[in-house]
């Protein structure tokens, strides 16, 4: 089943890239399996926020969690290399990649529904706390539980294409055997203190200190407005892109 999954998410990205009234491209998708029943899903109301959901509370026969990682080409992450500016292209990435994962979702539920498995995912408009700039279902961690692989000090995930690209995930009833998680760290600030670019890259300087995600809101709604004939463009990108692991995992190995 685990492979038909796959086949699913792969051929939805692969029609997609074929539409030529989209302008991304995206590179062969990242997918694994997560254990609803993980305990580290119940650590998400102290690590991500005090209202993170359970699986349970998106299905409650919850068995397992399928998430997946659409990497961008390269030249869509190389477009928003350098400078103080959102660039076009990356703008319209984060919002075709928007429908992309919607349309994914879509078919993932679909197959699964028809195959007799239940199976869900969390409404977007029950997601974000705009009061506190938290999700209540971080496609983030959630990721990182599935072992798609582990955070960098810019807050993302770092996988093994990168972190330049988009996080989706739906819930289902039908068990499948959990991805083995990543046992060493792809971030090189986290491996030997090799790097830092994205801390240097962020111009408000958000992740000095942590992360002030408030800072780094700011930014976002001006680049919304900036690209407001796109649509909902609310994105940046500048801690992703130009570092050793905007498209590759830099690290040698797992040991």
Same mark, same amino acid.
């Given at each position: ?26 590179k ?29 509370? $998106? ?6 969690? !399928?998430?997946?990682? +659409?990497?961008? @080409? *390269? ?36 197959f ?32 990182? $539980?599935?072992?798609l692989?582990?955070?960098? !000090?810019?807050?993302? +995930?770092?996988? @093994? *294409? ?33 790097c ?45 892109t ?6 590759i ?7």
């Amino acid at each position: 089943m685990k492979s038909d999954i796959e086949k699913v998410i792969h051929d939805a990205v692969r029609e997609f890239n074929k539409n030529e009234d989209i302008s991304t491209r995206w590179k062969k998708p990242l997918v694994a399996f997560a254990d609803a029943a993980d305990p580290m899903f119940k650590m998400l109301k102290q690590v991500a926020d005090p209202d993170h959901y359970e699986p349970f509370d $998106i299905d409650p026969d919850a068995k397992s969690v !399928i998430a997946y990682f +659409l990497p961008f @080409e *390269n030249w869509v992450v190389d477009s928003n290399a350098g400078g103080t500016e959102c660039s076009r292209e990356w703008a319209m990435a984060y919002i075709e990649t928007n429908i992309l994962i919607s349309e994914i979702n879509d078919r993932l539920i679909k197959f699964l529904n028809d195959s007799g498995w239940r199976t869900g995912k969390l409404p977007k408009e029950l997601n974000m706390n705009y009061d506190t700039l938290k999700s209540v279902w971080s496609n983030r961690h959630v990721s990182y $539980i599935a072992g798609l692989g582990t955070f960098g !000090i810019n807050n993302m +995930l770092i996988t @093994e *294409n990168g972190c330049c690209g988009r996080l989706g995930n739906v819930v289902t009833s039908l068990h499948l055997d959990p991805t083995k998680r990543p046992d060493r760290e792809y971030c090189l600030k986290k491996l030997d203190d090799s790097c830092g670019i994205c801390v240097d890259n962020c111009m408000v300087g958000a992740l000095d200190n942590g992360f002030d995600r408030f800072g780094c809101n700011e930014v976002l709604k001006v680049n919304a407005t900036g690209f407001g004939e796109l649509g909902e463009a609310k994105c940046c990108g500048k801690c992703l892109t130009g570092l050793p692991c905007s498209t590759i995992k830099p690290v040698a190995q797992s040991v």
